[in-house]
């Protein structure tokens, strides 16, 4: 049976947007040393606004923004609906598109009537070797070390320009990790995006360990390497990519406003757009733990 301690715990956590998914996460989560952040979506609003084009030579942006946007037509991704957001702002006419690809961690492809449009990150352009890459590199590397993130468009192999993108940190961000961080915790941020961008939001949250460039699968062994060396990990994601690691963790936090994946791959649910949560939650725990002994 479940102790009342544990369900009343529960109930005072649900009041406050912390859904417990598994009643095991109130007690394990009283052991954890390490938590994952992931940026976009959780550390981050993940509302991100186009904040600079750069097309490349022969292209104009509206031109660059039109094929962008077919590419991202199918994505759930924050940055795909950034993307469409500014077409649509600038009321361009998208075409058309089929054979729509994810690839998570890397970006989406698409075919429209002009040919194959690709939109995603600087490993993805580089591992499908596009052509006139260099021009637009400068331009990245400059907005990058500005914190925003560049998104590298082609059309069949051919880049035709850069997308720069500004997200901002949760108000209650660097607060919560610091109220973490005097529970004991180690924080870490890991992302798919580079390390720019990575880095400036972790110096912005206070966050001292970056893990920039991951891979869904990336994240998924770095928590099984840390629990290999004994350590109790907890992953916040809220993105479908996210999904396989917030499994993994010995408590998955999944951030809502993500997508449903995510939801349903976490152990615990954070209603509220809000890494507090993660703090009354552990709090919780610990309480209820000391209680039941
Ligand atoms: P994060 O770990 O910050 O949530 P993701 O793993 O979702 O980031 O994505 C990593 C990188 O892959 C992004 O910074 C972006 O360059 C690229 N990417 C992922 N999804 C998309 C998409 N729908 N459109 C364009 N680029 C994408
Ligand atoms: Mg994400």
Redesign the pocket.
């Given at each position: 049976a479940t102790p009342i301690s544990l369900v009343i715990a529960a109930g005072k956590l649900a009041r406050r947007g912390v859904v417990i998914k598994e009643a095991s996460a109130l007690e394990s989560m009283a052991k954890l040393q390490v938590i994952l952040l992931?940026?976009?979506?959780t550390l981050t609003e993940g509302k991100p606004c186009v904040a600079g084009i750069q097309p490349a030579e022969g292209w104009s942006a509206a031109a660059l923004l039109r094929l962008a946007a077919a590419a991202?037509a199918k994505?759930q991704?924050p940055?795909?609906a950034a993307v469409r957001d500014e077409a649509r702002r600038r009321g361009l006419v998208v075409p058309a598109t089929e054979d729509e690809v994810?690839w998570?961690?890397?970006?989406?492809s698409a075919e429209c009537p002009e040919g194959r449009i690709t939109?995603?990150?600087r490993l993805?352009a580089q591992q499908q070797h596009w052509s006139g890459l260099k021009r637009v590199m400068d331009y990245a590397a400059i907005r990058e070390m500005q914190g925003e993130?560049v998104?590298l468009a082609a059309l069949n192999d051919a880049c035709i320009g850069a997308i720069a993108l500004g997200d901002r940190l949760k108000p209650t961000s660097a607060q919560a990790v610091q109220a973490l961080r005097q529970e004991g915790l180690e924080i870490w941020l890991t992302?798919?995006?580079?390390v720019g961008p990575a880095t400036v939001a972790a110096r912005e949250a206070g966050i001292s360990r970056v893990e920039a460039g991951?891979l869904?699968a990336d994240k998924l062994r770095l928590i099984r390497s840390l629990q290999q060396q004994g350590r109790i990990v907890a992953m916040a994601g809220d993105?479908w990519?996210d999904a396989p690691a917030l499994a993994a963790a010995d408590t998955g936090f999944a951030m809502a406003g993500g997508t449903d994946a995510a939801l349903h791959a976490g152990h615990v649910a954070l209603l509220r757009p809000s890494l507090l949560g993660i703090h009354g939650a552990v709090l919780a725990s610990r309480l209820t733990v000391r209680n039941i002994k």
């Open positions: 992931d940026k976009t979506g991202e994505s991704h940055y795909a994810e998570p961690g890397y970006g989406v939109v995603g990150s993805l993130t998104l992302t798919g995006d580079s991951m869904p993105g990519n």
